[in-house]
């Protein structure tokens, strides 16, 4: 079974601009959910979506916004970025969102860099 | 407000010794404790998931314990290898399971 893809790998952009990152989640998994990953604060939550509905939202500004499609797979969107949003960007998937007690399985993020 | 505490937050050991990581939790309520390997460049692996009911879970040379009394779990790396070099990341699950709470992280560098 093919992990979690996330594209692209690398990005690189400038204050102001906005950014799409996708995220294709294993087969079946239905929630997909995103993470900020920075050395000074760690893993952060953004936001959860299942069946194309965002069920859960990290406290992160309203720059941050994300959609699922009916395959599943999901967008974030970063608007007029900051330089405090490089970051890894993490997406995971599980088969449900009331599946607590299974894992999430991540992929390998999408690195952000803004200049 | 909850938190996760992971201590240290860094640590070297020689190829071979054993090692435990420390994480202390104010998650309330709370629905299971997860730990996750990081390795550099990579998205984190799940190593274990405890529930209340669970005080302690095996994966190969990675042993967790849970105390929900204290609020305490600790991971215990046995024989390490130089492939244990990662962060290791504590998450526990609130209410319903659906609010995460991460740790900051245990940077684990195993020398040869």
């Known amino acids: 079974k093919a992990g979690v893809t996330q594209t692209p790998r690398y990005l690189i952009k400038t204050r102001g601009q906005q950014v799409t990152l996708s995220c294709s989640p294993i087969s079946g998994h239905r929630s997909v959910s995103w993470y900020q990953q920075t050395p000074g604060q760690g893993l952060q939550f953004l936001f959860e979506y299942f069946s194309e509905t965002q069920r859960n939202k990290g406290n992160f500004p309203g720059r941050f916004s994300g959609r699922q499609f009916s395959n599943s797979r999901s967008e974030m969107n970063v608007s007029t970025l900051e330089l405090g949003d490089s970051a890894l960007y993490l997406c995971a998937s599980r088969p449900d969102s009331r599946s607590y007690n299974s894992p999430l399985h991540f992929g390998n993020g999408t690195r952000l860099t803004v200049t | 407000k909850n938190q996760v505490e992971q201590s240290p937050q860094s640590l070297i050991i020689l190829e071979g010794k054993n090692c435990t990581l420390q994480c202390n939790y104010t998650v309330s309520p709370f629905s299971n404790l997860r730990w996750y390997k990081q390795d550099t460049g990579r998205g984190p692996v799940s190593l274990t998931i405890?529930?209340?009911?669970?005080n302690t879970k095996s994966n190969g040379r990675y042993t967790a314990t849970l105390d929900a009394d204290t609020k305490q779990s600790s991971l215990h790396i046995t024989a390490s290898q130089l492939s244990d070099s990662a962060s290791y990341i504590c998450?526990?699950?609130?209410?319903?399971?659906?609010?995460?709470?991460f740790g900051g992280g245990t940077r684990v560098l195993v020398k040869p």
């Open positions: 998450v526990v699950s609130g209410a319903a399971g659906n609010k995460l709470t």
């Open positions: 405890m529930t209340f009911s669970e």
